[in-house]
């Protein structure tokens, strides 16, 4: 069964409903997650916020926090999902924040989820390949599959 279909129908049959928060991915999580006919039954919507004015306006992102690492760090991500279950009103968000290139050559990027309660259930770094869009996709992917595993385990 495609990933995205199990999400939909797990959080169906949960009665949960799940928003996103999006710098590095680009809509990429928000793409995935609408791609489904009837999703609007349990996704709420998304924001992509490149920019630090907007992620600390929408999402409520710590502004001194986001100077001092850029806007990529873990805390951020954090910060972003529960931005994000707020902005949204719904029972999960996942967020994602990085770097799909660098001068280094090793992208990275950082990913939070986080339940209605405002708990992050899982946050974490992942090594990136590839060009621009390959790290974006990436991302996306090992957000919404460790999404995936957190809802089964539910």
Do not use: W
């Not at 489904?36 to 920019?51: E, H, L, P, R, W």
């Not at 306006?57 to 951020?76: F, H, M, N, P």
């Not at 990913?111 to 974006?136: K, P, Y």
Request: net charge negative.
């Amino acid at each position: 069964m495609n990933s995205v279909v199990e999400i939909l129908n797990l959080l169906r049959s949960a009665g949960k409903t799940v928003a996103t928060a999006e710098s590095i991915t680009a809509g990429h999580l928000q793409m995935e997650l609408a791609s489904i006919s009837g999703a609007s039954d349990v996704f709420k919507g998304g924001v992509t916020a490149y920019q630090l004015p907007v992620k600390v306006k929408l999402l409520g992102v710590d502004e001194t926090l986001a100077e001092q690492t850029d806007c990529i760090d873990i805390e951020i991500a954090r910060q972003m999902a529960r931005g994000a279950l707020k902005l949204f009103d719904s029972d999960y968000a996942i967020a994602t924040c990085g770097y799909a290139e660098n001068e280094e050559n090793k992208p990275y990027a950082f990913f939070s989820i986080a339940n209605a309660a405002g708990t992050i259930s899982h946050s974490e770094r992942v090594e990136l390949s590839g060009d621009r869009v390959a790290a974006q996709k990436q991302t996306a992917k090992v957000a919404l599959d460790k999404f995936k595993e957190l809802l089964r385990s539910n």
